[in-house]
Every structure is written in structure tokens, then in C-alpha cells.
């Protein structure tokens, strides 16, 4: 009785593991089935795509930093150790560049309006020429006086030959402002010569670059990278012309700028002058003055004759 007492829970046993693994079985076939990101449910999901993203996010950086690094070892020039190896031809072209600066800050701040044809000198003369009584040199003179500038100069140069004839007040007025231009032109001058000079001289030391180069690499030793001195040579010998350009280019630019500004400034003050003319022409052979008798204030303008014009 013992012996099939056993038996028969061996068997129940048996009976029970194969029904649980009949209930089991076809469920761990499906999980089996699945995809692996669909095993675990929405947040594993979500779990992937932030270390996906992580993953992609450092390989990007460290795409980056290797990009970064090739740039890095890129070959790059030195200005500075390219000035330096220009040679003494360097300086001038430096001094040059210097000189157009200084010139061009000068030069833009004389050759403002103001400084040249001033309003108020334009306003108070056109006051004088405007009014109904008669046209007084002596209040003209003073007025240019009060208003120092190139125009006044001109105007000035014009009202000392009231009562001359017609032509030789012209050329007063002609004489005056051509040389009121050329001292407004003077420091411009000076842009020029720069742009002159300064290609001429980088030039010159490219020519003995070039001379250099070619004896050091002729007298290279045998086993030397003869091509390599060769184009080192070349591209130092370079710099001074290139620097030389740098300076010349602007220099004429603005040298050119100045030259157009000086003449549409003298433009006006010949305008300015031929509006005058008319009336300084009522005088012509009726009186003669002079700097001390358009400064003198205390006669009229009838009595500061000087003398008479002869015939």
C-alpha cells in the first residue's frame, strides 16, 4: 500500500508540472516573439531614446573636437614673424603707413565746411549784398576778418582792389583762391608721395627676397628639401610688396577724396565771390583801398579814397 501510495503522488506531481507548463508555455513564446524595445512597456521605451540621444549628442562632440583639432593643426601665418621677416625694407613702408594716417586725420579735420567757407561768413555777406543800402567794402572787410577762413582770404583779396578795373579784380579773386587751394593741398601731397613710394619699396624688397632665396637654396647641402627653402624663400620675399599695396591703395583713395573735396569747396568760394563782384564793381575808378582804409571805421565809405583813379 505504501509502495502505490507513492507512486500515485509521483504521478499527481507529474500531473501538475506538465499542466503548469501547458499555462506557461504559450505566453513565454509570445514575450519571445516581441521586439526587444516592446518588451518592456512605455517607459524602457522612453529609457532607449534618452541613451540613444546621449549616445548621439557625445559622438557629435567628439566629431567636433576632432574637427577642431585638424583646424588646429592646420599650418597658419604669423604677421607679426612675417614683418619681422620682411627685412629693413619693412620700416620705411611701416613709417609710410604712419604718415598716410597722421595725414588723413589732419586733412579731414581742415577741410571741414566750417573751416574753409564758414556759414556765418556766407550768411553775414549775403546780408551786406542783400540790403538796400549801398554795398559797404569796409563792413565786407571786417566781416572777413571776424570769420578767418580760405573764403574770407579770397574775399579779402577781392575788396583790397575795389576801384580797380574789372579784369584785375578777377585776377585778384583767381590768384587768391588758387593759392588758398594749394596751401589746402599741401599736406595732400604728402598721400600722394605714400602712394607712390610705398609699392615701389615693397617692390624693392620682394626683388631681394627673391635674390636671397635663390643663393641660399643654390647653396643648399646636398640632402635638403632644396623646393621646400625655395617656396619659404618666396612667400617671405612677398610680404613687403603686399604690405607695400596695403598702404598705397588707401593712400591714393583718399588722396583722390580730398582732391575732389578741395574743388567743390573752391567751386563755391568762387560763387561766393561772383555775387560780390557786382557790387565792388560800382566802384571801379571811383575810389582806390587799402587794408588800413577798409579797417578804418570811422569815415564813410565815400571818403576812404586812397586816390583818385588816373585815366
Not at 40 to 68: C, F, H, N, S
Not at 210 to 231: D, Y
Not at 271 to 297: F, I
Request: with cysteine; aromatic share 6%.
Amino acid at each position: 500500500m505504501r509502495c502505490s501510495s507513492g507512486a500515485a503522488m509521483r504521478w499527481i506531481a507529474w500531473l501538475v508540472v506538465g499542466a503548469a507548463l501547458a499555462v506557461v508555455w504559450p505566453s513565454a513564446a509570445r514575450l519571445a516573439a516581441q521586439a526587444p524595445g516592446d518588451v518592456g512597456g512605455p517607459g524602457d521605451r522612453a529609457l532607449d531614446e534618452r541613451i540613444d540621444r546621449a549616445l548621439d549628442g557625445a559622438q557629435e562632440q567628439d566629431d567636433e573636437t576632432k574637427q577642431a583639432e585638424a583646424e588646429d593643426d592646420q599650418p597658419s601665418l604669423n604677421p607679426v614673424k612675417l614683418a619681422r621677416q620682411g627685412g629693413w625694407l619693412m620700416i620705411p613702408i611701416i613709417a609710410l603707413s604712419v604718415v598716410v594716417v597722421i595725414v588723413a586725420i589732419e586733412r579731414a579735420l581742415a577741410l571741414r565746411r566750417s573751416r574753409v567757407m564758414p556759414e556765418e561768413l556766407i550768411g553775414a555777406l549775403g546780408q551786406l549784398s542783400a540790403g538796400e543800402d549801398r554795398f559797404d567794402p569796409r563792413k565786407a572787410y571786417r566781416v572777413c576778418q571776424q570769420y578767418p577762413s580760405a573764403a574770407a582770404n579770397v574775399i579779402r583779396a577781392m575788396l583790397l582792389k575795389v576801384g580797380r578795373p574789372h579784369t584785375e579784380v578777377e585776377h585778384a579773386v583767381a590768384e587768391a583762391s588758387d593759392r588758398e587751394a594749394t596751401v589746402l593741398y599741401g599736406n595732400v601731397r604728402w598721400l600722394t608721395l605714400s602712394a607712390a613710394i610705398s609699392p615701389l619699396l615693397g617692390l624693392l624688397g620682394t626683388v631681394q627676397g627673391m635674390i636671397m632665396a635663390f643663393f641660399f637654396t643654390a647653396k643648399a647641402e646636398v640632402g635638403q628639401n632644396k623646393a621646400t627653402m625655395l617656396a619659404e624663400g618666396i612667400y617671405t620675399a612677398l610680404v613687403t610688396t603686399f604690405t607695400g599695396l596695403c598702404v598705397a591703395i588707401p593712400a591714393i583713395v583718399i588722396a583722390h577724396w580730398f582732391e575732389g573735396r578741395i574743388q567743390s569747396l573752391f567751386r563755391e568760394v568762387d560763387d561766393l565771390a561772383g555775387t560780390l563782384l557786382p557790387h565792388v564793381e560800382r566802384y571801379e575808378g571811383k575810389l582806390r583801398t587799402n587794408a588800413k582804409s577798409l579797417a578804418d571805421d570811422g569815415k564813410p565809405v565815400e571818403a576812404t579814397v586812397v586816390e583818385k583813379a588816373r585815366g
